[in-house]
């Protein structure tokens, strides 16, 4: 054996004892293990801007607060904080400010006054966005901004242990399969740990939502958000014999 005769090449026979290796029909196998699963998007909040200019603070203020009351009218049947389709909403004050552009030559022309506000609407039923969003797209100074497709609370949570469960499952497998490749027939975990606590480089694991996409239609927008896709990830450290 390697270690009795090393020792014996250096004329240290106390040593032999500690420098016996491991057993020898047993293995550590150190894997990564992924999992993923797509699920369709049961939520979505909308992010929606006023902006309206004038030559006044009053011209530009005027229609900000019409297009408010507006969209307000709009959102307001919708609304219900327990069964949707609007879960909540909010509306950031209109903000004003002022700039001066120049022409062409240089010169400075009068100043150009703006009002802005900002409103989210988060939907817990995402059947009636559409509708929606073709309505407030008609309204002339209201800019549709971006959309956060996400889970529902209740269900979230489910769908997160499923994926877990999936790269659990993933390291379990990779491990069974080196064990064999190396002629042991049995594996046993010592550790299960999330990315970077087994001293492996660290991954990023959670879940992305997609953006949004548009597309014309003929009788107005059409939405087409894309699914959900949750991933996880694991690091595990097996035994094998």
């Known amino acids: 054996m390697i270690a009795p005769i090393a020792c014996r090449l250096r004329g240290r026979d106390d040593l032999c004892a500690k420098l016996e290796p491991m057993e020898s029909n047993t293995v550590e196998i150190t894997v990564v293990g992924q999992g993923s699963a797509t699920f369709a998007p049961e939520r ?14 009053e011209a530009a203020a005027e229609p900000a607060h019409r297009l408010v009351d507006e969209l307000s009218r709009l959102i307001d049947p919708l609304y219900n904080p327990a069964h949707g389709p609007i879960d ?62 996400g889970l529902a609370t209740d269900s979230q949570a489910a769908k997160i242990r499923e994926v877990r469960t999936l790269a659990v499952q993933d390291a379990v497998e990779k491990a069974d399969i080196y064990a064999q490749s190396v002629g042991r027939s049995a594996i046993t975990a010592m550790s299960i740990a999330d990315p970077g606590l087994l001293g492996v480089g660290p991954t990023q694991s959670g879940y992305v939502a997609s953006a949004r996409t548009f597309a014309g239609a003929e009788d107005g927008f059409e939405l087409r958000p894309q699914d959900i896709t949750l991933r996880a990830e694991v690091h595990a450290r097996f035994t094998a014999t």
């Open 88 to 149: 909540s909403w909010a509306l950031d004050q209109v903000r004003h400010s002022r700039h001066r552009p120049s022409n062409h030559e240089g010169e400075q022309l009068p100043y150009v006054y703006q009002a802005v506000a900002t409103i989210i609407v988060e939907f817990g039923q995402i059947d009636v966005i559409d509708a929606f969003v073709y309505a407030v797209s008609a309204l002339d100074g209201v800019e549709v901004g971006h959309f956060e497709w």
């Open 44 to 57: 979505c909040t909308i992010a929606l801007t006023v902006r309206s200019d004038g030559r006044s603070a």
